[in-house]
């Protein structure tokens, strides 16, 4: 099966030759497989074998498509929006709308003019479109983006103090994403559209389930129907217990859940496939906190085939990924066993390295 197959017919719940994987490298480790594979480490995922391709246009290409290469660099992205390189990755160092009064939050504006530079973003994926699933990650969407602008303190406060400045940026920010998705989607030839927002953390959502209704919902609705309507699969993304809204996801017609953090409160990966695996894909669920980077090889083997057992026992509905990017410390053993339980040899992975290498990458 090629790529695009394998995941379309996981999707479908129809029979595949293994499951699919769309697996994400923290920098660290991806220079760590570069190094063992001989080859960038951009094109780790793909001698991985990842079955999925997808570029950011929205905001998220801000944070992780522009790279730095010391620790104090900095750039201003297109919605104004300073970062500076700490680590392996980029971190907000100064929000444009953290300190500025009502009137100049209320008429900010974002950069639509810059959305022709955006979509550039995709033409390389777009180009392999013949053998890859292919995705366009629309995400920060909504209340995630408002944090960025203003700082998550403030945009947190907006909530309960001012909901009708939170509501006029939510609506601008959702016009934008939507603008964006629609522009992507009648470019280029997709297979899902990706969305999504951080609304919570390890133990909890940052606001309250009914906030999240009365002000996120509807206007994630619309971002979600852009895919919708074209008849393409839509995927949300965001971290921590999100458990609560599931069911308001799946109702707005959210296909596909990512990254399913397993050690967060309600997000057990075989009890939420109980009770919404024949509405809900899900995509994740390896643990990054424990097992991966704290388990035995024999462990991850063990972890991965009760994964792989339970969240496809309906015969589909599962994409392999860990619960977040897979950690700098986690042994090159541990990868490697994860991979051969999902049916990947070392050396399948080591003949996609040497056919990037050679140029002939399929």
Not at 159 to 178: C, I, T
Not at 185 to 200: K, N, V, Y
Not at 292 to 302: F, H, M, N, T, Y
Request: hydrophobic share 40%; aromatic share 8%; glycine share 10%.
């Amino acid at each position: 099966m090629t790529s695009k197959e394998r995941v379309n017919a996981a999707l479908r719940r129809e029979p595949v030759d293994r499951v699919p994987v769309f697996m994400w490298f923290h920098p660290i480790m991806a220079g760590r497989l570069g190094h063992v594979l001989e080859i960038p480490a951009g094109r780790v995922g793909e001698a991985m074998g990842n079955d999925v391709m997808q570029a950011w246009v929205g905001n998220n290409y801000a944070m992780e498509g522009i790279t730095h290469e010391h620790d104090g660099e900095t750039h201003i992205d297109f919605w104004g929006i300073e970062w500076i390189k700490k680590g392996p990755f980029n971190q907000i160092l100064r929000s444009p709308l953290e300190d500025s009064p009502r009137d100049a939050i209320l008429s900010y504006e974002h950069p639509y003019d810059k959305i022709e530079c955006l979509l550039k973003n995709m033409e390389p994926v777009a180009a392999r479109a013949e053998n890859y699933f292919i995705g366009c990650d629309v995400s920060p969407c909504l209340f995630e983006l408002i944090c960025r602008l203003r700082g998550m303190e403030n945009a947190i406060l907006d909530l309960a103090a001012d909901p009708g400045l939170a509501e006029a940026m939510l609506d601008r920010a959702g016009d934008f994403s939507v603008h964006i998705a629609r522009e992507a989607c009648e470019r280029f030839s997709l297979d899902w559209l990706w969305t999504g927002d951080d609304i919570a953390g390890q133990q909890s959502m940052i606001m309250s389930p009914r906030c999240w209704r009365d002000l996120i919902r509807p206007r994630l609705a619309t971002v979600v129907e852009v895919g919708a309507s074209r008849g393409l699969w839509v995927a949300y993304h965001s971290c921590g217990a999100i458990r609560p809204v599931i069911p308001d996801l799946i109702e707005i017609g959210v296909d596909v859940l990512n990254p399913i953090q397993c050690a967060c409160p309600g997000m057990d990966p075989f009890q939420l496939k109980k009770e919404f695996g024949e509405r809900l894909t899900f995509m994740g669920g390896v643990d990054t906190q424990g097992l991966l980077p704290g388990g035995s090889a024999d462990d991850v083997r063990r972890g991965t085939a009760r994964l792989l057992e339970g969240m496809t026992a309906d015969g589909g509905g599962y994409i392999l990924a860990a619960s977040h990017t897979i950690p700098p410390e986690t042994p090159l053993e541990n990868v490697f066993a994860m991979y051969e339980t999902a049916g990947m040899t070392r050396e399948e992975i080591f003949d996609r390295a040497a056919a990037i290498r050679a140029g002939n990458a399929l």
